[in-house]
């Protein structure tokens, strides 16, 4: 307790609440902007970080991270574009806040939602780290499997009305997610002959071209702003209060979430893209009223904004105890650390006990700091975006996706292939395919992919590799799961007839 006080203490240092709130405002615009990713974030901050005492460097990169998944909101609510992985279930709901004139709600929800979820996760992070650390360690190639299973699942819930259209739509990402080299076999597939596409569909680059083209195409046809014009009434004024209230009225949807975010987060290689999505389908999923989810509801958007900002903190339980970073942000920070010289593992907690704390701390003031920055910043990209006619915006916003996809590998085959799928997504998005479960096919199939090759490899010396599939314990459960939330729309189906019957016979009574 003593050490944690010390630890506390020593952040309250004029530079380093400069630098949390720096880095906040940073991550928050950079998150905001289609196609620069957390991980790009922390990347061009790195080389700053080398004249700064690793105190201060890891404070400065845990602000941006933080800032930088929050900020994937702004994007999400109000031009419906995920600004990260970690934002894609906040544009089902947020979107259709800011179209109906609710962009100020939606975006006072996420802030406190958001900060919330950091919070909840820094205090997972300070406790559980070592027990949590103990349970990733228990994931391996099956369990990974049938947690793409799981995630699958989902189709039912983002399938928007028509399941064999969501299904088409899945099954459309999952083919995405074989182009290029095999990940295992290293063995070359559907490049048509083209070498270029050997390096595969980036998910960065199929998210924004998915989400960001068929909204620029829908909005330069229909010869419209991105958001309706809305008056600042005195109520307006006082929304984020209105919110707080609201928000802290769910405490069962931020539990439920916080925990999904915890989860998934230290499982190394999920984080918030499928966090987010889980949060929200169990939301949907535990509502009075599931039929208002996509239409502009609170539950799902604060089930998103908790759970995706659980995973920042949540994400850093495997890199601290065994140094495996759970997200790629997190291999930026694995690398400040080795560069100062300080090893992942029992001995960060102990000899460098004050500088790990610190930084652990540091991200609940981050998650503290999004709160005021988040709401500035939130109101001036807001005004920005509802002054600006559309024949400034669309081409704005295409000429910064364009940038934005070229920047994450230097490669004009990225902007082509966002190009193409953009247009193919507004095409399919006309014929009532929507984009959700084509981005979770192409997430998901991959670490199915992986974990089913591998299973079958580490099983080859045996008469039925398939069994690697389903002997562990955690491979039981995870398979209990799944056929639960697959058979969960027919089990609710069941549930309701059968509570119909049971209010009629009442009533004849």
Not at 109 to 134: D, Y
Not at 357 to 366: P, V, W
């Amino acid at each position: 307790m003593e050490l944690l006080q010390k630890a506390f203490f020593q952040l309250f240092h004029p530079i380093v609440v400069l630098l949390i709130f720096g880095g906040v405002t940073a991550g928050l615009f950079a998150g905001a902007m289609p196609g620069l990713t957390a991980a790009m974030a922390l990347a061009v901050l790195l080389p700053f970080t080398f004249t700064m005492t690793p105190l201060h460097g890891l404070v400065a990169l845990g602000a941006v991270y933080m800032g930088a998944i929050y900020g994937g909101a702004f994007a999400a609510i109000l031009i419906n574009t995920p600004g990260t992985p970690s934002s894609i279930a906040t544009a089902f709901e947020g979107y259709p806040m800011a179209r109906s004139g609710r962009a100020i709600e939606a975006i006072s929800a996420a802030t406190i939602a958001s900060a919330i979820g950091g919070l909840v996760g820094v205090g997972f992070l300070l406790v559980l780290s070592p027990p949590l650390a103990q349970l990733s360690l228990r994931f391996g190639p099956a369990e990974y499997f049938w947690v793409a299973m799981l995630g699958l699942t989902l189709i039912a819930s983002l399938a928007e009305g028509s399941l064999l259209k969501g299904l088409l739509g899945g099954s459309m990402g999952m083919l995405l997610g074989t182009i290029g080299v095999s990940p295992i076999g290293g063995e070359t597939r559907f490049t048509f002959g083209f070498p270029v596409l050997q390096g595969g569909v980036e998910m960065i680059v199929a998210l924004i071209g998915l989400f960001v083209i068929p909204e620029l195409f829908s909005m330069a046809a229909h010869g419209k702003a991105a958001l309706a014009e809305v008056t600042m009434s005195s109520r307006e004024r006082g929304t984020f209060v209105r919110m707080l209230k609201t928000v802290l009225s769910m405490p069962g949807n931020l539990i439920r979430s916080c925990l999904i975010g915890e989860i998934v987060a230290i499982i190394p290689g999920a984080g918030g893209s499928i966090a987010n999505l889980v949060a929200y389908n169990e939301a949907k999923r535990a509502s009075r009223h599931p039929e208002r989810f996509g239409k502009g509801t609170l539950e799902g958007l604060v089930a998103s904004e908790s759970s995706n900002n659980v995973t920042v903190a949540g994400s850093m339980v495997p890199l601290l105890t065994l140094g495996v970073p759970g997200a790629p942000p997190d291999a930026v920070i694995l690398g400040v650390l080795l560069l100062h010289g300080l090893r992942p593992g029992l001995e960060l907690f102990t000899t460098s006990g004050l500088l790990t704390y610190g930084f652990i701390i540091s991200m609940g003031l981050a998650a503290l700091a999004m709160m005021p920055v988040g709401m500035l910043g939130g109101r001036l990209i807001y005004k920005v975006i509802l002054k600006t006619p559309y024949y400034f915006l669309v081409p704005t916003i295409a000429l910064v996706t364009i940038l934005g996809t070229f920047a994450l590998r230097n490669s004009i085959t990225d902007v082509g292939i966002m190009l193409v799928l953009g247009t193919v997504g507004y095409l399919l998005k006309e014929v009532g395919i929507a984009s959700a479960p084509i981005v979770l096919g192409l997430i998901l199939g991959v670490i199915g992919e992986v974990g089913f090759v591998q299973s079958m490899l580490r099983g080859a010396a045996s008469p039925y590799p398939i069994v690697k599939l389903f002997e562990n314990p955690l491979s039981k459960v995870l398979i209990a799961l799944t056929l639960v939330s697959a058979g969960w729309p027919y089990i609710s189906i069941w549930v309701k007839r059968w509570r119909a019957r049971g209010s009629a016979q009442g009533g004849d009574v």
